[in-house]
């Protein structure tokens, strides 16, 4: 009854930038922490960066001070501002939430992912 859906993927340069966007939908009474998580081909998923509903913001130290979150809780969105990318950033970047949809109710939603690709 939630939906995750991301935007912004694509190819650039290294050096470059993307700017990926999280939009939740559906049954949603208010979310709770967001954050972003990647996958390259091989790897495990991990964390990059996580936002908790008070503002509170942690990154994984491959990209602090290059990539920086942010939410709009007015429209459910959680974005990620990616700076000076690397070719190491190549990964499938996966959206992530903690949603109250009911009084009682209270789970983890993820997005489909979207392929962000750095060439040298």
């Known amino acids: 009854q939630v939906q995750l859906v991301e935007s912004g993927g694509g190819l650039v340069q290294a050096g470059g930038s993307l700017r990926l966007s999280c939009a939740a939908s559906g049954s949603i009474f208010s979310i709770g922490h967001m954050g972003w998580h990647r996958q390259a081909p091989g790897k495990p998923r991990e964390l990059i960066a996580a936002?908790?509903?008070?503002?509170?913001?942690n990154y994984v130290d491959s990209v602090k001070g290059r990539f920086t979150i942010s939410r709009d809780n007015a429209k459910n969105t959680v974005y990620l501002q990616m700076n000076s990318l690397k070719p190491e950033d190549t990964a499938v970047y996966y959206c992530?939430?903690?949603?109250?949809?009911?009084?009682?109710?209270?789970?983890?939603?993820w997005g489909q992912g979207t392929q962000v690709t750095v060439s040298s």
């Open positions: 992530n939430a903690g949603v109250t949809t009911t009084r009682w109710g209270y789970d983890n939603y």
């Open positions: 936002i908790t509903s008070g503002g509170s913001i």
